[in-house]
């Protein structure tokens, strides 16, 4: 029953019917709000600010404005920092209670929208509820903090994680030959061409393989790698291609991407090229040309987008003459060559390789970083180092590791470097080049894995020697696979420098 205007209500009563009510509770909502919050605004649905309360006002100088006319007409977004007004406005959703943090500092918020009869968001009202919440609402607000610090710390790891693992400024020297090796990676760099690097073993390939495309327009996406040498040959083309679902039976029943479709948009780096056999040889020459591949047993074509970077040990020109490596890929891969130095033809370059190494080795070991005595820069300075920068840091570790000294001498290189696991392996063997300090199973006590280790170098130098250096027939006289042969020896490269190789062909 409604109420008529000239009755003058009965003062304790409350309305009887609904919109009397809820227009009542409206009105005592405003009236509380406006007197206990700390601030109100209303913007209109062109983001406008139209109105501000008298409590409001007193934000305005932290904010920026010097009075009410500055700010008034404004659109919401331009003179309040991190505002979410327009995602009302946008959505029509109140938000209840919010923290917003501007340079005016920390505020408890509410977000309401405003409707017309039809309905519309015609505008929406901010509530500022509490300013300084930090004392009102400690626990909730350290809470917030905590939680924004984890954010941050999460989104850092984040960020160092993709991070890419070398720069060209990793690749360390300042010799001219070093120096112009990075010329030429920042140079192809900027290009999408293919890239073959080619240097003995240990020189930084793969490094510089990282720094190139971390230094390209391809740096976001991924840099996927295969050592063709280490996958055996009947699995190298799957690995290539990919497999299509129901090619096969068994774990691959399901297809599985190849490192093309893997790397798509991104860089694909194929190490050791020379060692792919001839018949896959024409099949990568096919996926170079077109951008195309074909995964096993499909009979559909994706298309890719992969920049290549190969890089080889091998004389590859030697190899097109000998028919071991069709002449066609060869020129394809070789439009933008670069040859890294061994580390002989820049010795200049030893300490500081040594410095970045040691720290490296320092940092990985959780160990302090050994300091090298002038004598001992002059013994690395005199080593052919077959084994190039991968032997020199081997070289570095193994010292630092047996030695509690914090300051490694001439001596520390030279006194590890008879290889004796047998008591009769004769010293004559071991060029003092090539020396590797090593453990001999004469000595009373020695870690059992550097043991196992010594032996297993002794094993494969031997067996390499007697098959004049074929990898192939050595790995089939230890009875290890070819893939695990190519492990030990991309760990101990010296092994293989020291006998002349004559491939797997
Ligand atoms: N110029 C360099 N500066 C610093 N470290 C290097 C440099 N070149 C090579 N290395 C290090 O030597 C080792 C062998 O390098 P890698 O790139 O694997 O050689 P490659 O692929 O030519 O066999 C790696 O540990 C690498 O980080
Ligand atoms: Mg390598």
Same mark, same amino acid.
């Given at each position: ?10 003062a ?5 019917d ?9 009105q005592?909502?405003f009236?509380?709000?406006?007197r206990?919050?700390e ?10 600010v ?6 409001y ?11 009410e006319h500055?700010?008034?007409?404004k ?5 309040v920092p991190?505002?979410q ?11 209840l209670?919010?923290?917003l ?6 505020f408890?918020v509410?977000?309401?929208?405003l409707?017309?009869e ?12 509490l ?9 909730l ?17 984040l960020? $160092? ?5 070398y ?5 360390i020297? $300042? ?8 010329r ?6 900027q290009t999408?061409?293919t890239v ?5 073993t240990?020189t930084?390939k793969e490094?510089l393989?990282h720094?190139?495309?971390?230094a390209?327009?391809r740096?976001?996406?991924?840099l996927?790698s ?10 190298l ?8 679902p129901g090619?096969?039976?068994?774990a ?11 790397a798509?948009?991104g860089?694909?780096?194929l ?6 056999p ?26 890719v &987008?992969v920049?290549?970077?190969a890089?080889?040990?091998? &004389?590859?020109a030697?190899?097109v ?18 040859r890294?130095?061994?580390?002989r ?5 030893i300490?500081?390789?040594a410095?970045?190494l ?5 940092r ?22 077959p ?6 840091r081997?070289t570095?570790?193994q010292?630092s ?8 001498t ?5 006194g590890?470097a008879?290889?004796?696991?047998? &008591?009769?392996?004769?010293p ?7 020396? $590797?300090?090593?453990?001999s199973t ?9 043991l196992?280790?010594?032996?297993e170098? &002794? ?5 390499l ?9 050595a ?8 893939a695990s ?21």
């Amino acid at each position: 029953m409604p109420l008529s205007k000239n009755q003058t209500p009965p003062a304790l009563d409350i309305p009887q019917d609904v919109d009397g009510l809820l227009r009542l509770a409206a009105q005592s909502m405003f009236d509380v709000l406006a007197r206990s919050t700390e601030g109100m605004m209303v913007v209109d649905r062109h983001h406008r600010v139209v109105w501000i309360s008298d409590g409001y006002k007193r934000f305005l100088p932290a904010l920026g404005f010097n009075d009410e006319h500055e700010f008034v007409g404004k659109r919401v977004e331009d003179v309040v920092p991190n505002t979410q007004m327009l995602q009302v406005l946008e959505t029509g959703k109140p938000v209840l209670v919010d923290l917003l943090t501007n340079r005016a500092g920390t505020f408890l918020v509410s977000r309401l929208p405003l409707r017309n009869e039809a309905g519309e968001v015609i505008g929406a009202l901010g509530l500022v509820l509490l300013d300084h919440p930090e004392t009102t609402m400690q626990p909730l607000i350290q809470k917030f903090g905590r939680l924004q610090q984890e954010l941050e710390d999460t989104r850092r790891q984040l960020a $160092a994680q993709r991070r890419p693992k070398y720069t060209i400024a990793s690749f360390i020297g $300042a010799s001219p030959a070093a120096l112009e090796v990075k010329r030429q990676a920042r140079r192809v760099a900027q290009t999408d061409s293919t890239v073959l690097l080619l240097g003995e073993t240990g020189t930084g390939k793969e490094l510089l393989a990282h720094a190139i495309h971390s230094a390209s327009r391809r740096a976001h996406r991924p840099l996927v790698s295969v050592n063709i040498a280490a996958v055996p040959e009947t699995l190298l083309e799957a690995e290539f291609f990919g497999v299509a679902p129901g090619a096969y039976t068994g774990a691959e029943r399901k297809g599985r991407d190849g490192k093309f479709k893997l790397a798509d948009g991104g860089t694909l780096f194929l190490d050791e090229i020379g060692d792919m056999p001839l018949a896959l040889q024409s099949k990568l020459l096919r996926v170079l040309q077109e951008q195309e591949v074909e995964p096993l047993g499909s009979n559909t074509v994706l298309r890719v &987008d992969v920049r290549v970077i190969a890089a080889t040990s091998r &004389d590859l020109a030697a190899m097109v003459a000998a028919g071991s490596f069709r002449a066609d890929l060869y020129y394809r891969l070789n439009v933008l060559p670069i040859r890294v130095p061994a580390l002989r033809e820049r010795l200049d370059d030893i300490e500081a390789l040594a410095e970045a190494l040691g720290e490296d080795i320092a940092r990985r070991s959780g160990m302090p970083q050994k300091l090298l005595s002038p004598d001992a820069l002059e013994w690395l300075g005199r080593q052919s180092w077959p084994g190039n920068i991968r032997e020199l840091r081997n070289t570095l570790e193994q010292v630092s590791l047996m030695s509690d000294d914090m300051q490694l001498t001439a001596a520390h290189f030279q006194g590890g470097a008879a290889l004796a696991v047998a &008591d009769e392996a004769p010293p004559a063997a071991v060029a003092p080049a090539a020396a $590797a300090p090593a453990i001999s199973t004469a000595q009373a006590v020695a870690p059992l894995p550097e043991l196992i280790e010594a032996l297993e170098r &002794d094993a494969i130098r031997r067996a390499l020697q007697a098959t004049g250096g074929n990898r192939m027939a050595a790995a089939r006289l230890l009875q290890i696979s070819r893939a695990s042969l190519y492990e030990r020896l991309a760990r101990w490269p010296e092994l293989e420098a020291k006998v002349q190789v004559s491939g797997d062909a």
